[in-house]
């Protein structure tokens, strides 16, 4: 058997997922991506490798995705995570309905339009700004005392979602201080956050336009309040994958079986 993989070096996680030659998935991993991009990919690999029992000549092609993807020089070919997420989003069950991606990373959200084939149209980016972004969930379960798992749960307990007037985290931080220290319950501070953040994606995806269905993936889709606050804003239902944190590094993986068929490699089931 041969396997594929794809790797999405983003700036918070590293998401490794290996394909067998029928796309299933054989194996995935999610490390903390750190300071060092080629030694914790590396790392990472590595653990991959040793849980699943496969060995690294399985693996016929790698190919990189994401903000640090240039930096591991192991692998055979980098693509940009636009291209990737496209290709992971046209993956699973939602394939051919998803005409457009809402991703929020660690420190940059985007929006992809796809037209019909799935290719993609245009896309608009958010890598200027935390405040649209999962570095503004962590900053809010950091001064809460939570996870940033436990924010989604906590989400459903507020009664009106409070407003976060600042349009930047270091006033946001200061903000959510303050509605502590002036009583406000940590569920409602919760809520207005992912409301806050949901605005400001919307507001991206409007400068492109949005077209059903819309696919909604990376790391805070994990997070149901930040599902609930998003499906709000847009007035629509979002798809959410099983696994969102790995779809770009899914694509990324479909990628390199197509590189592979595309070079004359013969799949051999
Ligand atoms: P990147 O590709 O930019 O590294 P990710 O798509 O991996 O980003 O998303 C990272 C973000 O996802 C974190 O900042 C955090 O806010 C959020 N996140 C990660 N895991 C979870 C989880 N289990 N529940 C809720 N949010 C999560």
Same mark, same amino acid.
């Given at each position: 058997?041969?396997?594929?993989?794809?790797?999405?070096?983003?700036?918070?996680?590293?998401?490794? $997922?290996?394909?067998?030659?029928?796309?299933?998935?054989?194996?995935?991993?999610?490390?903390?991506?750190?300071?060092?991009?080629?030694?914790? @990919?590396?790392?990472?690999?590595?653990?991959?490798?040793?849980?699943?029992?496969?060995?690294?000549?399985?693996?016929?092609?790698?190919?990189? @995705? #994401?903000?640090?993807?240039?930096?591991?020089? =192991?692998? +055979?070919?980098?693509?940009? =995570?636009?291209?990737?997420?496209?290709?992971?989003?046209?993956?699973?069950?939602? &394939?051919?309905? $998803?005409?457009?991606?809402?991703?929020?990373?660690?420190?940059?959200?985007?929006?992809?339009? !796809?037209?019909? #084939?799935?290719?993609?149209?245009?896309?608009?980016?958010?890598?200027?700004? &935390?405040?649209?972004?999962?570095?503004?969930?962590?900053? @809010?379960?950091?001064?809460? *005392? !939570?996870?940033?798992?436990? /924010? #989604?749960? /906590?989400?459903?307990?507020?009664?009106?979602? !409070?407003?976060?007037?600042?349009?930047?985290?270091?006033?946001?931080?200061?903000?959510?201080?303050?509605?502590?220290?002036? *009583?406000?319950?940590?569920?409602?501070?919760?809520?207005?956050?992912?409301?806050?953040?949901?605005?400001?994606?919307?507001?991206?995806?409007?400068?492109?336009?949005?077209? +059903?269905?819309?696919?909604?993936?990376?790391?805070?889709? /994990?997070?149901? *309040?930040?599902?609930?606050? /998003?499906?709000? =804003? !847009?007035?629509?239902?979002?798809?959410?994958?099983?696994?969102?944190?790995?779809? @770009?590094?899914?694509?990324?993986?479909?990628?390199?079986?197509?590189?592979?068929?595309?070079?004359?490699?013969?799949?051999?089931?």
């Amino acid at each position: 058997m041969r396997y594929y993989a794809g790797i999405d070096i983003g700036s918070t996680a590293i998401k490794i $997922v290996v394909l067998d030659e029928e796309e299933r998935i054989a194996a995935r991993h999610a490390a903390p991506t750190g300071s060092h991009f080629h030694r914790n @990919t590396h790392d990472a690999l590595q653990l991959l490798l040793a849980r699943s029992g496969l060995r690294r000549g399985d693996i016929v092609y790698l190919t990189t @995705t #994401g903000y640090g993807r240039k930096l591991f020089t =192991e692998a +055979d070919e980098s693509v940009s =995570e636009i291209t990737a997420n496209a290709a992971g989003a046209g993956a699973g069950r939602a &394939a051919g309905a $998803v005409r457009t991606i809402i991703n929020i990373g660690g420190q940059d959200s985007k929006v992809i339009l !796809l037209d019909g #084939g799935g290719h993609v149209g245009n896309f608009a980016m958010n890598d200027k700004c &935390a405040a649209g972004t999962g570095r503004f969930l962590e900053m @809010t379960a950091r001064n809460l *005392g !939570l996870d940033v798992e436990e /924010l #989604g749960g /906590l989400h459903r307990n507020a009664a009106t979602p !409070l407003t976060i007037n600042s349009t930047c985290t270091v006033f946001a931080e200061s903000e959510i201080i303050s509605l502590l220290a002036h *009583g406000h319950g940590r569920d409602e501070i919760i809520a207005g956050v992912h409301y806050s953040i949901a605005r400001r994606i919307v507001r991206l995806a409007k400068r492109i336009g949005i077209e +059903d269905a819309v696919f909604f993936d990376g790391g805070p889709a /994990l997070n149901a *309040g930040m599902v609930a606050a /998003l499906e709000d =804003e !847009l007035m629509r239902t979002v798809i959410v994958p099983e696994l969102p944190q790995f779809t @770009t590094a899914q694509g990324a993986a479909l990628l390199a079986r197509s590189a592979c068929i595309g070079r004359g490699d013969q799949v051999s089931v």
